[in-house]
T-cell receptor, first 116, second 114 residues
Framework: AQSVTQPDIHITVSEGASLELRCNYS??????LFWYVQSPGQGLQLLLK??????LVQGIKGFEAEFKRSQSSFNLRKPSVHWSDAAEYFC??????????????FGTGTRLQVTL | EAQVTQNPRYLITVTGKKLTVTCSQN?????MSWYRQDPGLGLRQIYY???????DKGDVPEGYKVSRKEKRNFPLILESPSPNQTSLYFC?????????????FGEGSWLTVV
């Protein structure tokens, strides 16, 4: 069974500083990997996804993530954080054999606070 | 516009009063799912459906029922809601056709059971 660990429950960064949110997964093969963002009171917005190919994935809002097979990680990065990035971020993994269509397994989320 | 629509968005109900949260998608997706989101636990899958009349349990199915009589609709039924079902619920749809493999989520339904 797949699982996802987001070790940081809460992170605070200053506006303009760089950001890295950690995500580690457990899965027997190469999974499908996703990052979603949820603003307060809102639904889930897909930031980026990795299926195959280039291990550095570009997403929306200036985010990127790098798939590192050797470390079973898919960390999310942004070079310069904006106050509007304050939200909760979820990493998710989908099984490659059945496709993500049937199920995503989510991490517990990291809440990002941005100070001005 | 591709959409997953849930109703109601907000609901306060009492223990034991049956309720249904509807979900509809306009993308002709074969897969649909329900998730619940709780603080500190992330999102957990309740039930999913791979096509009409095909449903299966997810990680936390207890206390819920689903049906898939039409491809576009996947209602979530709480026959006898209890306070521990107070949560934020998300419906999702997806397809494997064309290698899509992207899950589309609805905007969520906030349910409070008192």
């Amino acid at each position: 069974a797949q699982s996802v660990t987001q070790p940081d429950i809460h992170i605070t960064v200053s506006e303009g500083a760089s950001l890295e949110l950690r995500c580690n997964y457990s899965y027997g093969a190469t999974p499908y990997l996703f990052w979603y963002v949820q603003s307060p009171g809102q639904g889930l917005q897909l930031l980026l996804k990795y299926f195959s190919g280039d291990t550095l994935v570009q997403g929306i809002k200036g985010f990127e993530a790098e798939f590192k097979r050797s470390q079973s990680s898919f960390n999310l990065r942004k070079p310069s954080v904006h106050w509007s990035d304050a939200a909760e971020y979820f990493c998710a993994v989908g099984a490659r054999d059945t496709g993500t269509a049937s199920k995503l397994t989510f991490g517990t989320g990291t809440r990002l606070q941005v100070t001005l | 516009e591709a959409q997953v629509t849930q109703n109601p968005r907000y609901l306060i109900t009492v223990t034991g009063k049956k309720l249904t949260v509807t979900c509809s998608q306009n993308m002709n997706h074969e897969y649909m799912s329900w998730y619940r989101q709780d603080p500190g636990l992330g999102l957990r899958q309740i039930y999913y459906s791979m096509n009409v009349e095909v449903t299966d349990k997810g990680d936390v199915p207890e206390g819920y029922k689903v049906s898939r009589k039409e491809k576009r609709n996947f209602p979530l039924i709480l026959e006898s809601p209890s306070p521990n079902q107070t949560s934020l619920y998300f419906c999702a749809s997806s397809t494997r056709q064309g290698g899509e493999n992207t899950i589309y989520f609805g905007e969520g339904s906030w349910l409070t059971v008192v």
